[in-house]
């Protein structure tokens, strides 16, 4: 079993940054593809980011055309968390964002792909 506990979420103008962090424990996640999605009111969950290792020290980032260019995904093997740093964010950025881990290194933008989820963290950008 993964536990993930996501934090980093909170209200923040148009054009301002967050980052969101995503610890994990009850097992170590370096070969995990490892992934953030959100849900907005009355919408479904949407991928936003993914990373899958690719071999080595090298992993594979993937990003939603929506946020390509905007946010940036990465991973801290030796302290087993996942972060997105979010820039220049806009208002239809507004949403729960969720912290997900696949048990192998599949991953992709399907969330029904993967098997751990956290609680999700509120990020809220203002016009």
């Known amino acids: 079993q993964v536990q993930l506990v996501e934090s980093g979420g909170g209200l923040v103008q148009a054009g301002g940054s967050l980052r969101l962090s995503c610890v994990a424990s009850?097992?170590?996640?370096?070969?995990?593809?490892m992934g953030w999605f959100r849900q907005a009111p009355g919408k479904e969950r949407e991928f936003v980011a993914g990373?899958?290792?690719?071999?080595?020290?090298?992993?594979?980032?993937d990003y939603a055309d929506s946020v390509k260019g905007r946010f940036t995904i990465s991973r801290d093997n030796a302290k087993n968390t996942v972060a997105l740093q979010m820039n220049s964010l806009k208002p239809e950025d507004t949403a729960v964002y969720y912290c997900?881990?696949?048990?192998?290194?599949?991953?992709?933008?399907?969330?029904?792909?993967?098997?751990?989820w956290g609680q999700g963290t509120q990020v809220t950008v203002s016009s």
């Open positions: 997900a881990a696949d048990g192998t290194n599949r991953g992709g933008r399907n969330p029904n792909k993967y098997v751990y």
């Open positions: 009850g097992r170590t996640i370096p070969n995990y593809a």
């Open positions: 990373t899958t290792w690719s071999g080595g020290n090298t992993y594979y980032g």
